[in-house]
């Protein structure tokens, strides 16, 4: 497993080893880079420089081995050449399943930028992400981090249910994707969209090629050279990477912000 240590993010570049247990979640969706903030961790204490400390959130990076990128390589010559190019591309995940849909419920439908400073008060103001502690906040504090009202209403009667033991997120590694899917939507607040970053970016499911995904789209499109992309080239595209087709996401990605 991969994991950072004494890890420095400044402007575009991050700098640190990979043996630590605990990294500040700056950005799960897209690239660390994008933030241009400064911050480190050191002895698993996240601080982030000239505001005190806030909530450490344990991360990992995505496992995925030289199989993958065999196979990719030798199924698509483009995307093969890219790699060679970029070397092997780290994908930043939450194990934790609850703090993952958190995020992922926060991410939606808002800037890069924004999803940042949302998760960074919410670390600070609300303390532990988990659903014991959400279940407890009133949706007004939690709205005040920054979230729409709808946003904020929906993580905290996620966390009501789980904390209830109405949804058992532990039962969902037993589960196909498809029925992790269907699963996750039964949740207030829940699309198809978040349920597959949830397979991806903290189940580690290794087949994940989302539609609705505006940055692996436009990974294709600067990829292939195409001005649009619909959805059955989409769909040619995804069946070509299975059964690696999460490590042909996390290479899109990256892609995407060049």
Same mark, same amino acid.
């Given at each position: 497993m991969g994991y950072a240590d004494e890890v420095f993010v400044y402007g575009n570049r991050l700098f640190g080893g990979k043996r630590a247990r605990t990294f500040v979640m700056l950005l799960l969706y897209s690239e660390?880079?994008?933030?241009? +903030?400064?911050c480190c961790i050191v002895r698993g204490e996240a601080i982030k420089l000239g505001e005190g400390r806030m909530a450490t959130i344990t991360t990992k990076y995505f496992e995925y081995?030289?199989?993958a990128l065999d196979y990719l390589k030798s199924v698509d010559e483009t995307l093969g050449a890219a790699m060679e190019r970029m070397g092997r591309v780290e994908r930043v995940i939450i194990p934790d399943l609850f703090t993952a849909l958190i995020y992922a419920i926060v991410s939606?439908? +808002?800037?890069?930028k924004a999803v940042h400073t949302i998760w960074e008060r919410m670390q600070i103001q609300l303390g532990d992400i988990s659903p014991a502690n959400l279940a407890v906040q009133p949706a007004d504090t939690i709205q005040r981090c920054g979230m729409t009202m709808r946003k904020a209403v929906c993580i905290q009667r996620i966390a009501g249910t789980i904390a209830h033991g109405a949804f058992r997120l532990e039962e969902l590694s037993s589960l196909t994707d498809a029925e992790v899917i269907t699963k996750l939507m039964t949740l207030d607040g829940i699309g198809r969209w978040t349920a597959e970053m949830m397979l991806i970016n903290t189940m580690e499911r290794p087949d994940i090629v989302s539609w609705g995904d505006i940055a692996i789209r436009r990974g294709m499109m600067k990829l292939y050279g195409l001005p649009a992309i619909t959805k059955k080239q989409?769909?040619?595209?995804?069946r070509r990477y299975s059964p690696f087709g999460s490590v042909a996401s996390i290479y899109l990605w990256e892609i995407s912000f060049e």
């Amino acid at each position: 497993m991969g994991y950072a240590d004494e890890v420095f993010v400044y402007g575009n570049r991050l700098f640190g080893g990979k043996r630590a247990r605990t990294f500040v979640m700056l950005l799960l969706y897209s690239e660390i880079r994008t933030y241009g +903030i400064l911050c480190c961790i050191v002895r698993g204490e996240a601080i982030k420089l000239g505001e005190g400390r806030m909530a450490t959130i344990t991360t990992k990076y995505f496992e995925y081995g030289q199989e993958a990128l065999d196979y990719l390589k030798s199924v698509d010559e483009t995307l093969g050449a890219a790699m060679e190019r970029m070397g092997r591309v780290e994908r930043v995940i939450i194990p934790d399943l609850f703090t993952a849909l958190i995020y992922a419920i926060v991410s939606q439908l +808002i800037s890069v930028k924004a999803v940042h400073t949302i998760w960074e008060r919410m670390q600070i103001q609300l303390g532990d992400i988990s659903p014991a502690n959400l279940a407890v906040q009133p949706a007004d504090t939690i709205q005040r981090c920054g979230m729409t009202m709808r946003k904020a209403v929906c993580i905290q009667r996620i966390a009501g249910t789980i904390a209830h033991g109405a949804f058992r997120l532990e039962e969902l590694s037993s589960l196909t994707d498809a029925e992790v899917i269907t699963k996750l939507m039964t949740l207030d607040g829940i699309g198809r969209w978040t349920a597959e970053m949830m397979l991806i970016n903290t189940m580690e499911r290794p087949d994940i090629v989302s539609w609705g995904d505006i940055a692996i789209r436009r990974g294709m499109m600067k990829l292939y050279g195409l001005p649009a992309i619909t959805k059955k080239q989409f769909d040619e595209y995804r069946r070509r990477y299975s059964p690696f087709g999460s490590v042909a996401s996390i290479y899109l990605w990256e892609i995407s912000f060049e």
